[in-house]
């Protein structure tokens, strides 16, 4: 079973853009809502989070919107760079324990 | 501060063999975990520990996967025999405990290919 679904699976954006990655969750007891940033080679570093006490979260150009009444939750990522290039995981988590998302591809083009 | 650490990065194995990888975590996080990612999906939990106590382990292969985490430390990870669906790379990551916290610091992971 599938505790969060994440779409779209890849994604390109011309430099400038502005990246949007979904996520969608039915646990309404997840506490934690953290993004995960992974380039090739390499493990999963967090980008940003958000608690579901909160609507919308901002660090730099990456935002997270959060819609507690759907269940949902997604990453913008605006003035995308190609250094942005890198796989996207969403992720909740209740009690340290953590479900990711299946990951976007991002391709970011110059 | 040092990361989470893992070896071997690289291991290839016949399918029935077996293999171990080795994890340290971050200095005074208690609580680490291994995860299985296979090519294109996102990591799998398979076994949470706090300390040398084991939270959660019920999607672990127990057939043929084992893990341990002597001293509330360091932690390695077992597959015998393996089989062609385990290729994938084995994530350990750790994290303080500490409810409001909640960051996982991953290691590069250990990347298992079997023939």
């Known amino acids: 079973q599938q505790q969060v679904k994440q779409s779209p699976q890849s994604l390109i954006v011309q430099k400038g853009g502005i990246s949007i990655i979904n996520c969608a969750y039915e646990?309404?007891?997840?506490?934690?809502f953290p993004w995960y940033q992974q380039f090739p080679g390499k493990g999963p570093a967090l980008l940003i989070a958000?608690?579901?006490?909160?609507s919308e979260k901002k660090e730099g150009r990456f935002t997270i919107s959060f819609n507690k009444s759907a269940k949902q939750f997604s990453l913008h990522i605006m003035d995308s760079q190609p250094g942005d290039s890198a796989t996207y995981f969403c992720a909740a988590s209740k009690s340290n324990q953590f479900y990711f998302g299946t990951g976007t591809s991002l391709t970011v083009i110059p | 501060e040092a990361g989470v650490a893992q070896s071997p990065r690289y291991k290839i194995i016949e399918k029935r063999q077996s293999v171990a990888f080795w994890c340290n975590p971050i200095?005074?996080?208690?609580?680490l975990y291994w995860y299985q990612q296979i090519l294109g999906q996102g990591p799998k939990l398979l076994i949470q520990?706090?300390?040398?106590?084991?939270?959660?382990d019920s999607q672990l292969p127990k057939d043929r996967f084992s893990a341990e985490r002597l001293k509330g430390v360091d932690s390695t990870l077992k597959i015998q025999p393996a089989k062609l669906e385990d290729s994938a790379v084995y994530l350990c990551a750790s994290s303080l405990v500490r409810v409001n916290t909640g960051e996982l610091f991953f290691g590069e992971g250990s990347r298992l290919t079997v023939l």
């Open positions: 200095s005074g996080h208690a609580t």
């Open positions: 646990n309404t007891a997840f506490d934690y």
């Open positions: 520990f706090q300390n040398n106590g084991v939270v959660d």
């Open positions: 958000i608690r579901p006490d909160v």
